[in-house]
């Protein structure tokens, strides 16, 4: 079966740097996304990795290893609004998304 | 303001009613979505609509029936649901048909239902 993982939560402090991991087993690869979704919001798009190595797009940063079947998202200088859940998902063989059940984020003062 | 919105944003529902969802995406995509979300649980992809062709049922009981009149414009329309049922259900838009990858999803806010 097709297969997501990610931890359930974690904490962090403001002005820290964490790391999210999201390891995935499914039929085919077509890319692999981060989603973040704040409370009672909808899902918005953080970042896409289809090639190997790490993209950085300002505190933010996505990193894949297709061999693996692993990625992270890197959060940089926490700020207390990026208390949320972060979802990851992968894009299978057949262009579907299959998610994972996200990563709740708690940070403190 | 994602771009996608639905209605209602809040559904209290009986096992007998019958109610439709609506979500309208004012992007200009041609692909949109329902998912299902419940608590600790991934998103269920419930259905896709392409170029407004059905493309994908994921074994979707029948009390749920979507609907897609245009591009722009998707409904979900509900009868003897059950308690389970109670979930967020989104919708969502991309720009691409099914069968390309690297175009990201766009969400509307959900409507969080309730069967009573």
């Known amino acids: 079966g097709q297969n997501i993982d990610q931890p359930t939560e974690m904490t962090a402090t403001e002005g820290a740097i964490v790391q999210i991991n999201c390891t995935y087993q499914?039929?085919?690869?077509?890319?692999l996304f981060w989603y973040q979704q704040h409370a009672g919001e909808a899902p918005t798009f953080l970042s896409y990795n289809v090639l190997d190595g790490l993209e950085e797009k300002g505190r933010f940063s996505s990193f894949l290893s297709r061999s693996k079947g692993y990625s992270y998202l890197l959060l940089k200088e926490l700020q207390m609004k990026d208390s949320a859940s972060y979802l990851c998902a992968v894009m299978d063989s057949n262009y579907q998304l299959i998610w994972g059940a996200g990563t709740k984020l708690i940070i403190k003062p | 303001e994602t771009g996608v919105t639905q209605t209602p944003r809040h559904l209290v529902m009986g096992m007998t009613n019958k109610k439709s969802l609506k979500c309208e995406q004012h992007l200009g995509h041609n692909a949109m979505y329902w998912y299902k979300q419940s608590a600790k649980k991934p998103l269920e992809l419930m259905f896709v609509y392409s170029l407004e062709e059905r493309v994908e049922n994921n074994s979707v009981p029948s009390r749920f029936s979507p609907e897609c009149p245009n591009s722009s414009h998707l409904f979900l329309h509900l009868h003897t649901l059950q308690p389970e049922d109670s979930a967020l259900y989104l919708c969502a838009s991309s720009q691409s048909p099914i069968g390309t990858s690297g175009y990201e999803q766009y969400f509307g806010p959900g409507t969080r239902l309730t069967v009573t």
């Open positions: 499914t039929s085919g690869f077509n890319g």
